[in-house]
C-alpha cells in the first residue's frame, strides 16, 4: 500500500501503523519508501522529505523525478493520502492550503494529493480558537471539488461517502452530543455510536 | 557540449531572462550558481521552479536579493520574504499546483502544448484557464512552459555531459534540462565517460550545453 502523510498531524499516523501492516510511505520530492528522522550524524543533505527535513530510507525504497511522483499521485497509485485541513464543509470538500490575505504558502501538492489519491483522510482539531472547522460551507478556498471520506479529529470520526457529514465515531469519553455541540456542518447521526477504539 | 567556468555561465544570463532552477526547498539546486547570479547582481529574472526555499538558501537568496521579477512556482510557505514581496507588489508570485507546474515544464520540453488535468477544477488554479471535456470528464487546460536558462544540480556529470542524480536531490532537474533554451549544469562530481553506465544515464549528453568546471 502507497501512502502519501501532509505535514503536521497526519505525520504522527507512520507511529501508529498495526502492526504487520506494510507500508510504504511516499514523500512527494521524489521518495518512496521514505523511512524515520536518521540518527545524529546520519542526515544525508540529499535525503529529504517533502519539507525538506532530513530522513531515512527503508530497505525496497526508490527515487525519482517530480513528473513521475506527480504520476503516482493523479495517476491513481496513491491509496492514500492523511492531510491537514482548515475547514470540511457538509458534503466532504475540504479547505487547507490559504487564508486569503493572511496566509498564502501556496498549494504545493495538496490540489493533486486530493484530486488524485484513491482515499483522502483529513486529520485535524475539531474546533480552532472556538470555530467549528467542520462547517456547512468552506468560507475558505477549497482544494479540489473531490470531496474527502473521511476526518479524523480529537472528538470524533466523520464519513462523507454518500455526500452528507455522518458521524461513525465519537473520541474517549467524548458524547455524541459534544460532537454536535463543536460541529457546525449538518451532521447526520446514526443510532449507536461506538467511541473510537485507540 | 562546453565546459565553462561559474562567471562565464551566469554573464550568458541577460538580465530579464527566464530561468528554471531546479531543487526541492534548496536540496537539488546549483547553489554556486545562484550565489554567483547574486554576486553579479542580475535584476528582473522570471523564475520557474518548485518553490522558494528559505531566505538563506537556494532560491530564497535571489528574493532575498531582489534579483527576481516574478516567481511561477508551487510553494512559498517557507520563506517568509518572498510572501512580504508579494503582498508589498514588489515580486510577482504564480502559485501553480505542484504536478502542474511540473507536468507544464514537461510538456514544454517533450514538445506538447500543454496537458490536460483535473487537479485544480473548482478552485482559484481554475481562473483564467479552459475547461475541456474528454470521454464526459472536466480537465483544465494547462499550457506548456519554457525558458531562456535551465540551472541544473546533478550528482555526477561526464565529460562529455551525460548527467545522474542523487536520491531527492533530482525532483525537477531533469525535467527542466528539457524546457530550455539554454542548459547549464553544475555537478558534484565530474568524472570521465563511462563512469555512469548507459543504463543510469537520466539525462543524456546532447541535452547539456554548459558544465560548469569545478573550482
Known sequence: MLVNLGIGIPTQVANHLPAGLHVFFQSENGLIGTGSIPEEGMAHPTLTDAAGQPVTALPGASTFDSAMSFGLIRGGHLDLTVLGGLQVDQSGRLANWTIPNKMVPGMGGAMDLVSGAKRVIVAMQHVAKGASKIVKRCT????????????VTELAVITFCDGRATLLETGPGVSVDQVVAATDAELVVPANIPEMSL | MHTISLGQTVRMIPDGASVM??????????????????????????????????????IGKLVAAKVLRKAIVSHIGLNPE??????????????????????RIRAGGFGLGGVLTQTG????????????EVDGKPYLLETALRADFALVQAFIADYLGNLSYALTARNFNPVIAMAAETVIVSADNIVPVGVISPDHV??????VDYLVANA
Do not use: C, H, W, Y
Open chain 2, 202 to 207: 537520466v539525462t543524456p549528453a546532447p541535452i
Open chain 2, 121 to 132: 477544477i473548482g478552485t482559484p488554479a481554475e481562473l483564467g484557464k479552459q475547461r475541456i
Open chain 2, 21 to 58: 532552477i531546479g531543487g526541492f526547498l534548496g536540496v537539488g539546486t546549483p547553489e554556486r550558481i545562484v550565489d554567483e547570479i547574486v554576486r553579479q547582481g542580475k535584476r528582473d529574472l522570471t523564475v520557474i521552479a518548485n518553490d522558494t526555499a528559505t531566505p538563506d538558501r537556494g
Open chain 2, 82 to 103: 518572498t510572501q512580504r514581496q508579494m503582498m508589498a507588489g514588489d515580486l510577482e508570485v504564480e502559485l501553480v499546483p505542484q504536478g502542474t507546474l511540473i507536468e
Open chain 1, 140 to 151: 475558505l478556498p477549497i482544494t479540489s471539488m473531490r470531496p474527502v471520506d473521511l476526518v
